[in-house]
Structures are given as structure tokens and as C-alpha cells.
């Protein structure tokens, strides 16, 4: 009987940083231009799903041609590129949902 090998650390999507207020920013005495711009964050973001994506994609086509010696291995990148594209959607629906509301208050 062989040894199951242990399952490599899922990293966790960075906190946001706190600072990138302008008021939090001021008060701490801390340039707020100097942390990551939100876009920039959220750019990031969207090219780490794409790349979980893209290993997911890329193990699967090993595993699909025998190539991938273990299967695990394309399990794990594919149900973290799921989860990855469902946080993903759930934020963007929140983001849409914030949008809606500040129209509702405008009008």
C-alpha cells in the first residue's frame, strides 16, 4: 500500500488593505497613493482566475491524454478554478447590486 501524498496549501485571496482610504490614509499618517489602487487590485484579480483557469484547463488535457500521472492533481486545480469563478461572480453580482442602489437613491 503507497502513501497518499499530501495536498499542497490553497492560497486565500490577500485582505484588502484598509489604507486605501483617503480619511484611514490621513490618519494613520500614511500616503494613501502608495497602497494598490482598486483597480489594479482588481485587475490582479481577474488575471489570477484566468490563470487558475488556464492550469485547470491545462491538467485536464494531461489527464483527457493519459499524460497526467496523478489525477488528484487536476481535481484540486479544477475545483479551485470553479471556486475561484464563484467568488468571482459573487462579487461582481454584489458589485452590481451596489450600483443598483445608488441609482434607486439617485432617482
Not at 24 to 37: C, E, F, I
Not at 75 to 102: C, G, H, Y
Amino acid at each position: 500500500m503507497t502513501a497518499i501524498p499530501a495536498i499542497s496549501a490553497i492560497s486565500l485571496p490577500t485582505p484588502i488593505d484598509t489604507s486605501l482610504s483617503t480619511t484611514a490614509g490621513a490618519a494613520a499618517g500614511t500616503d494613501p497613493a502608495a497602497g494598490a489602487s482598486f483597480s489594479s487590485m482588481l485587475a490582479g484579480g481577474l488575471d489570477k482566475l484566468q490563470q487558475t483557469q488556464a492550469t485547470a484547463d491545462e491538467l485536464g488535457t494531461q489527464a483527457a491524454t493519459g499524460q497526467l500521472a496523478d489525477p488528484a492533481q487536476y481535481m484540486i486545480a479544477s475545483t479551485q478554478a470553479q471556486v475561484t469563478t464563484e467568488l468571482t461572480v459573487a462579487l461582481r453580482n454584489k458589485a452590481v447590486d451596489a450600483f443598483n442602489e445608488i441609482m434607486r437613491m439617485q432617482a
